[in-house]
């Protein structure tokens, strides 16, 4: 018996440093694609080579634009704004159910089927301004998810004109996508940044995931040199979106990318950006977009009524100072810069 406990001890001891040397060693990885670039941190226990996985990554992000892309001609999207035959994947799929979804919990705040009159605002790929009020009322007849829908595995429209621009929650659901593929190699502990958008799962060395927020200020062109704040996050995904970068001004006059699907016009209000925390990167990224053609008073109102989301909205009072509403949920797990 005393042989026994003594070899089940021995084994213990045997045992016991091989789980200790399992400590987290976190290995990094950063490139462009999408026309942006991306930063991936990851618990490497498992040794995977850093070469070999951001190989890997690139061609799923490749594929995912092939599919999404308003910058690629022989995309999917591409080819069904150009109402050519084509059956749509698992990613437009998956994007244009969530996109429905989200349609609906905003009200039509958020609408990919705003697609010509981001075009007309001069937005997008090889896009010039040429909006007029004359237009307006043709191109608010194209404009709805009503007037889309999948019907056995293909897009129906009611109007061949219409044009569905996904960017405004693509970059956050390709994301989503590499986390997945992150998640099937059993990686614990990782965060994927693409374009700003990021998603975490776990810790690093345990420790929540730190994010910084840049300050909107406008052509903020530096992602991390100026910030608003740094909110911590795990096993949450953050997008936030803004006037600050998309933007352009003429006869004084500033117009930026969000553009409201109810009026056919760029969001105008005193929100600058919108900063959202949800389960999933595409939904994140949605809601953001969402709450900055909403305005800072109906984003309030409508974060308050959904609490499965967290959100830092900066805004500007009467006299242009710089001011910020924060979640209940999420007031301990931000901090923000005093400058």
Known sequence: MIKKLLSALLLLALVTPACKNKKPVFA?????????????VYDNRKNIGTEELKLKVEKILHDFDMSLSLYQDSSIISKI???????????????????????????GAFDITVGPLVKAWGFGPDAHKNFTESKRDSLMKLVGMEKV???NGRLIKSDPGIYLDVNAIAQGYSVDVVCRYF?????????VEIGGEVRAKGNKAGALWRIGIDKPVDNNMSPGQTLQ????????????????????????????????????????????????IADDCAMADGIATACMVMGKE?????????????????????????????????KKYISESEN
Do not use: C
């Open 298 to 330: 109906r984003a309030i109102e409508f974060i308050n009524k959904n609490p499965q989301f967290s959100a830092y909205l900066v805004f500007s009072d009467v006299n242009g100072n710089f001011k910020t509403w924060i979640s209940g949920n999420l």
């Open 149 to 151: 829908s999948l019907v």
């Open 229 to 276: 704040a740094i909110i911590k996050i795990s096993d949450k995904a953050l997008s936030t979106s803004g006037n600050y970068r998309k933007f352009y001004i003429e006869n004084g006059i500033k117009y930026s990318h969000e553009i409201d699907p109810k009026t056919g016009f760029p969001a105008k209000n005193t929100l600058l950006s919108a900063t959202i």
């Open 28 to 40: 990094n990885f950063t490139g462009f694609i999408q026309g942006t670039t991306y930063s991936i």
């Open 183 to 191: 998640d099937s190699l059993g990686i614990r502990n990782y965060l």
């Open 81 to 107: 704004n150009r109402n050519e035959e084509v059956i749509p994947d698992s990613f437009f799929t998956e994007v244009f159910i969530k996109s429905a979804l989200i349609s609906e919990m905003t009200v």
